[in-house]
T-cell receptor
Framework: GAVVSQHPSWVICKSGTSVKIECRSL??????MFWYRQFPKQSLMLMAT?????????EQGVEKDKFLINHASLTLSTLTVTSAHPEDSSFYIC???????????FGPGTRLTVL | RKEVEQDPGPFNVPEGATVAFNCTYS??????FFWYRQDCRKEPKLLMS???SGNEDGRFTAQLNRASQYISLLIRDSKLSDSATYLC????????????FGAGTQVVVTP
């Protein structure tokens, strides 16, 4: 149980385009989903926290207008990277939990390359 | 100063040997502690939670020292499949689910 999927698993796009990444909890209802970014040889950095039906909470330094998060249902959250630039190339990972707990279930990640 | 610091390694370990490594954390408000493993280009997977009294899961033993704010992981009888990057993770203490990750310690088990 507790499976989280992400789509796409990898994407290559041109600079200036927008990319949408989906995160789904397949067998549980995710009250909270988290979006992380990981650059090579660095730690995962929390970008934002999203709760179903409410606005996402962004971490300091993360531009909310650039990284649009929608959590429309208890099983789906999306991250849209708008006007992507090469410096946005990274590994984006979502996670989900189903209550007031630190236990999180991670998606397999999306590798974004912006040319 | 990083909030969670780890020796990046790599720790080169002969198969069957024991390896141990630590991480330190700076946030005294942290209440939950974990070790995750991350394989190359994959998502992190929970290895074990770390409890104040120390805990063991098979060949893996974790210890927590709150006074000195460090966490350790020991792997006994290393297997080739233990080769991975081990991430030290603590919660931020301000709300559920907000985790801080170390950059990881790489372990390479050799035949």
């Amino acid at each position: 149980g507790a499976v989280v999927s992400q789509h796409p698993s990898w994407v290559i796009c041109k600079s200036g385009t927008s990319v949408k990444i989906e995160c789904r909890s397949l067998d549980f209802q995710a009250t909270t989903m988290f979006w992380y970014r990981q650059f090579p040889k660095q730690s995962l950095m929390l970008m934002a926290t999203s709760n179903e039906g409410s606005k996402a909470t962004y971490e300091q330094g993360v531009e909310k207008d650039k990284f649009l998060i929608n959590h429309a249902s208890l099983t789906l959250s999306t991250l849209t990277v708008t006007s992507a630039h090469p410096e946005d190339s990274s590994f984006y990972i979502c996670s989900a939990n189903s209550g007031p707990t630190d236990t999180q279930y991670f998606g397999p990640g999306t590798r974004l390359t912006v040319l | 100063r990083k909030e969670v610091e780890q020796d990046p390694g790599p720790f080169n370990v002969p198969e069957g040997a024991t390896v141990a490594f630590n991480c330190t954390y700076s946030n005294s408000a942290s209440q939950s502690f974990f070790w995750y493993r991350q394989d190359c280009r994959k998502e992190p997977k929970l290895l074990m939670s770390v409890y104040s009294s120390g805990n063991e899961d098979g060949r893996f033993t974790a210890q927590l020292n709150r006074a000195s704010q460090y966490i350790s992981l020991l792997i006994r009888d290393s297997k080739l499949s233990d080769s991975a990057t081990y991430l030290c993770v603590v919660n931020r203490g301000d709300s559920w689910g907000k985790l801080q990750f170390g950059a990881g310690t790489q372990v390479v088990v050799t035949p």
